[in-house]
């Protein structure tokens, strides 16, 4: 990555964080419904704005100038582009927390979770509050959409970003079905091949994949590149989802045993399914039995904890994880990537995992 494109990265959250800010300003004239919405937009201009790794327009950015763009990163339309992937984001999340029933979310209350307390002790808050998330996280979605639409880049360009758009949103939401209904099963009905399924096109989609081929497509990419793109992204994607699995289980027993974690939640996560492929029939028993008991109490968190590290799962997935990274980097290599696309790319993904490290890419 050349030292100036660099410079640019280093800069671009600031320049990304103060149009965000404006960004809602502007256009709350827009989203003047009257006096019971207000309150709603405040707390919809919050949650955006509430600050985060923006993975995903930073990720935008630096595809968009390592494939050749030339707009500077305070172009208007450049950023609108950018931030249309952080509100699909909040949209993704405010319905993810409700079908979760998560309570935080970067250390804040969720969306459903400020509307219910604006509600007081009214019968039903908690109900309401879920059901005016959802909708909020509708108009997120509406307006991620237009967001990207109204941008000054050529037609064809614009319809093609739109299309992939759409496409990733799909997928995303493909993959929080699997989500949901894989926690239906016992784990011993789960395949790895789902679960990898489930994380692809639940996080990789619109996590990496959306970012980098929207940015080069806009860039003017391409077919072939993009393809090439999205084929590198795909084994990235797969290591940093059980890198958060990984980060999530060293959370899970850390100080706060009883926070809602996937495994709390009843997830099939790819480190439950190696566990339970590592450990005898009697551990497998125990780990069916923990896993069927929605009630979280500090026994069956114990015998969870004992049993994963028993089976050597973390480990194995560390390896994996690994192995996952050696072979994007194999991938990039055999690449018809420039020298420069191809270092641009590598330090983006070098980028997002030391960022990602501790706390995941939420």
């Known amino acids: ?7 640019e990265l280093q800069q ?24 019971l919405f207000e309150p709603l937009y405040l707390d919809m201009t919050e949650f955006v ?17 390592i494939f050749g763009g030339e707009r500077l990163f305070d172009d208007s339309s450049l950023l609108r582009s950018a931030l249309s992937l952080e509100l699909l984001h909040a ?14 979310r970067r250390g804040l209350p969720t969306f459903h979770k400020l509307v219910e307390e604006r509600l007081g002790k ?43 758009f759409l496409r990733y949103i799909s997928d995303t939401g493909a993959g929080e079905v699997y989500d949901i209904l894989l926690g239906t099963r016992d784990i011993a009905r789960v395949e790895e091949a789902d679960i990898t399924r489930m994380y692809t096109l639940k996080t990789t989609r619109y996590t990496f994949e959306a970012p ?39 959370q899970f027993k850390g100080v706060d045993r009883l926070r809602q974690t996937d495994i709390l939640e009843g997830k099939k996560t790819l480190l439950l399914r190696v566990a339970y492929d590592h450990l005898d029939d009697l551990d497998r028993s125990f780990l069916q039995l923990c896993l069927s008991t929605r009630a979280s109490n500090d026994a069956s968190i ?23 990274f050696q072979k994007a980097e194999a991938a990039l ?30």
């Open 302 to 324: 114990s015998k969870i904890e004992q049993l994963i590290d028993k089976s050597g799962a973390v480990g194995l997935l560390t390896q994996r994880m690994e192995g996952l």
């Open 212 to 250: 980098l081929v929207l940015g080069a497509l806009l860039a003017g990419a391409n077919a072939e590149l993009l393809q090439e793109l999205a084929e590198l992204i795909e084994p990235v994607g797969l290591a940093f989802q059980i890198q958060n699995d990984l980060i999530e289980y060293h």
């Open 49 to 65: 704005a509430r600050r985060g790794k923006r993975i995903r327009p930073m990720l935008f950015l630096g595809s968009y100038r």
């Open 91 to 104: 949209f993704i999340l405010i319905h993810d927390d409700v079908i979760d029933q998560s309570e935080r």
């Open 122 to 164: 009214l019968d039903g808050a908690a109900r309401v509050g879920g059901n005016v998330a959802v909708v909020v996280g509708d108009i997120l979605f509406a307006m991620a959409l237009d967001t990207l639409r109204s941008t000054d880049f050529p037609r064809e360009l614009r319809d093609a970003a739109l299309s992939h």
């Open 333 to 362: 290599k055999a690449s018809s990537f420039t020298p420069e696309q191809g270092d641009g790319l590598r330090e983006a993904f070098s980028s997002v995992r030391q960022q990602t490290q501790h706390t995941g890419t939420q």
């Open 1 to 7: 990555m050349s030292p100036t494109l660099r410079t």
């Open 12 to 35: 671009a959250p600031s320049i990304f964080e103060g149009f965000l800010a404006r960004f809602f300003q502007e256009n709350a004239e827009r989203y003047a419904y009257g006096e």
